[in-house]
């Protein structure tokens, strides 16, 4: 058996259809490299058909544990070197996870790399405020201040290091929590719009006003670690 090369771990969450659509993408696309991909599944109740997909590994979660404690589990069990975060409802474009993980070995202090996002409608899919934008203008790769967690390239031994995704974290701001973790870690953070994904966004959550709640917690969990902590501190 060839000795594999990125785990491609995509959290399920009751949209079979687009994971579906996202599996094939991988399989229609990847090549020159040996990979995986594992599926964790966090408590659907719409469950997905992976019988048939071969070098998948499918993790059950007997109940919904959030964006980061899934994509943790799933590092857990990877036999890669990089770990490709990639969620449910994205489509890759060509041979994102080749070019993605060639640029990452040839370049050096990359803690995580990022490729473009595109909107359905081929236009691209900013990351993070509006204030950031200019830093994915352009064509070349560039160190940046954040990556979104939609698609992310990370080596597994980095990942790990850090402790992951902060299961604090159910659901929302987990990839701005690792990207600032990176950064104090002395890691660059890499845009690389030369490998492009298409991000529906936000398919799994439409009318989950629970995981709408989530968000808000997670947005002040992120807010209270980083800032307000060390406010009251001083």
């Known amino acids: 058996m060839s000795k594999i090369t990125v785990s491609v771990i995509i959290i399920h969450y009751n949209t079979p259809d687009l994971l579906n659509n996202c599996i094939n993408s991988i399989r229609l696309f990847t090549k020159d490299i040996h990979y995986e991909i594992i599926v964790v599944d966090n408590h659907s109740s719409i469950k997905p058909a992976l019988a048939e ?82 830093q994915y203008k352009g064509t070349e790769a560039r160190k940046v201040t954040f990556l979104s967690g939609a698609a992310l390239m990370i080596p597994k031994d980095i990942y790990l290091k850090i402790g992951g995704f902060d299961e604090h974290y159910f659901f929302y701001n987990e990839d701005l929590d690792l990207c600032k973790t990176l950064r104090k870690k002395g890691y660059d953070l890499i845009y690389f719009p030369k490998a492009e994904v298409i991000h529906f966004g936000g398919k799994s959550t439409v009318r989950n006003s629970a995981l709408k709640i989530q968000a808000y917690k997670s947005s002040w969990y992120y807010l209270k670690k980083h800032y307000l902590n060390k406010l009251f501190k001083k």
């Open 53 to 134: 997909i071969k070098d998948l590994l499918f993790i059950q979660n007997e109940e919904n544990q959030g964006f980061a404690k899934a994509n943790n589990k799933g590092a857990i069990h990877a036999k890669g070197q990089f770990l490709f975060l990639l969620n449910s409802d994205t489509v890759l474009r060509d041979n994102v996870i080749y070019d993605c993980w060639f640029h990452f070995k040839y370049t050096h202090k990359i803690g995580a790399l990022g490729p473009r996002l595109l909107n359905e409608d081929g236009r691209i899919q900013y990351y993070g405020s509006i204030l950031g934008r200019h």
